[in-house]
């Protein structure tokens, strides 16, 4: 079984930065795609940014320029480096994690964390 455990999160003025954390802990093995995505209430959850295991990274087009994913493959950790923020990019984050324990695959989700973006 695989945990995320997520951290970060919080209360910034627009403009400002915030940066996000989640390790994955437990029966890990491997770990190959890590994510960061988003869900407003009434609305469903959408994909902020990827991050592979070999460091192949992919944005969506509201963040690109603004936020930077990476990882850290030896503590099984992936971050998000939020600037400029937005209004609209409060929303609740959740950490996804995909690979294998020595069993079998996992596909894991973190708790979430709050981000609201005060004008």
């Known amino acids: 079984q695989v945990q995320l455990v997520e951290s970060g999160g ?5 403009g400002g930065s915030l940066t996000l954390s989640c390790a994955a802990t437990g029966s890990v ?5 890590m ?13 902020v940014a990827v991050i592979t295991s070999i460091g192949t990274t992919n944005y969506a087009d509201s963040v690109k320029g603004r936020f930077t994913i990476s990882r850290d493959n ?23 994690a995909r690979g294998f324990t020595p069993r ?3 596909d894991s989700w ?4 709050q981000v609201t973006v005060s004008s």
């Open 10 to 14: 919080g209360l910034v003025q627009a």
């Open 29 to 33: 093995f491997t770990v190959n795609s």
């Open 35 to 47: 994510a960061w995505y988003r869900q407003v209430p009434g609305k469903q959850r959408e994909s």
């Open 74 to 96: 030896a503590k099984n950790s992936v971050y998000l480096q939020m600037d400029s923020l937005k209004n609209e990019d409060t929303a609740v984050y959740y950490c996804n």
């Open 104 to 106: 079998a695959p996992f």
């Open 110 to 113: 973190g708790q979430g964390t």
